[in-house]
């Protein structure tokens, strides 16, 4: 029998604040690093049960590399664990939750950080 559902099961972002202010002493790979841990955290997920991390990013300037492979480092996550950014500009995230969810229904995961 095929499972066709896919559930959010959370969801964690960062705090608000004005662009060059409160946050701008991190790094998009700190705050997302932050986001994840805290994720996982509090979900109980067995890291190796985590297929894909996709982060959804809508200006790369100043980000440095692949800033997802940045953020499951920071987040303490093992690296073998694939991390890539989608830069689909405003519907980045969207995009992100899409690719996860494809990835849960065609079987290739069970559990997707977007």
Do not use: W
Not at 49 to 62: F, K, P, Q
């Amino acid at each position: 029998m095929h499972n066709d559902s896919v559930y959010i099961i959370d969801g964690v972002r960062t705090a608000l604040a004005k662009p060059s202010r409160g946050l701008k002493k991190f790094t998009a790979a700190q705050l997302a690093g932050a986001v994840i841990k805290e994720l996982v955290g509090r979900n109980k997920i067995n890291p190796s049960l985590i297929a894909e991390v996709a982060l959804g990013n809508t200006v790369s300037a100043g980000t440095g590399q692949n800033f997802a492979r940045q953020s499951i480092a920071l987040a303490g996550l093992p690296l073998d664990i694939p991390a890539y950014l989608v830069n689909n500009v405003c519907s980045s995230d969207l995009q992100s939750v899409i690719i996860g969810a494809q990835a849960i229904l065609s079987g290739q995961a069970q559990v997707f950080i977007a």
